[in-house]
């Protein structure tokens, strides 16, 4: 079973910076590993992916502004977060994918393909 635990979250101002971080630990197998986020009253959305061999996917909504990125030696996930809007404002959750769907690129943004979730950190952004 993997354990995942996200921080860095914070409030902002729009065109601000945060980078965000998942520690992983605990031996399952993973994928895939993604970045999702869920605003209030909306449905959780993918933000970004990153596969065992180091290809990403990133949501149009958010290409050039985030990037994903991961340091196994140190069993951490990224998302490096800039020109941060008012609309990036969500609940923010790290996970990992034990099957194979997510490698598929119509499944690497989708929630169903991830089985492990961390609690979540906020990010709101303020115009």
């Known amino acids: 079973q993997v354990q995942l635990v996200e921080s860095g979250g914070g409030s902002v101002q729009s065109g601000g910076s945060l980078r965000l971080s998942c520690a992983v630990s605990g031996y399952t197998y993973r994928y895939c590993m993604g970045w999702f986020r869920q605003a209030p009253g909306k449905e959780r959305e993918g933000v970004a992916s990153?596969?065992?061999?180091?290809?990403?996917s990133h949501a149009d909504s958010v290409k050039g502004r985030f990037t994903i990125s991961q340091d196994n030696a140190k069993g951490t996930l990224y998302l490096q977060m800039n020109s941060l809007k008012p609309e990036d404002t969500a609940m923010y959750y790290c996970?990992?994918?034990?099957?194979?769907?997510?490698?598929?690129?119509?499944?690497?943004?989708?929630?169903?393909?991830?089985?492990?979730w961390g609690q979540g950190t906020q990010v709101t952004v303020s115009s």
């Open positions: 996970a990992a994918a034990s099957g194979i769907l997510c490698r598929d690129s119509s499944w690497s943004l989708a929630p169903v393909s991830y089985n492990s």
């Open positions: 990153i596969r065992t061999d180091g290809m990403t």
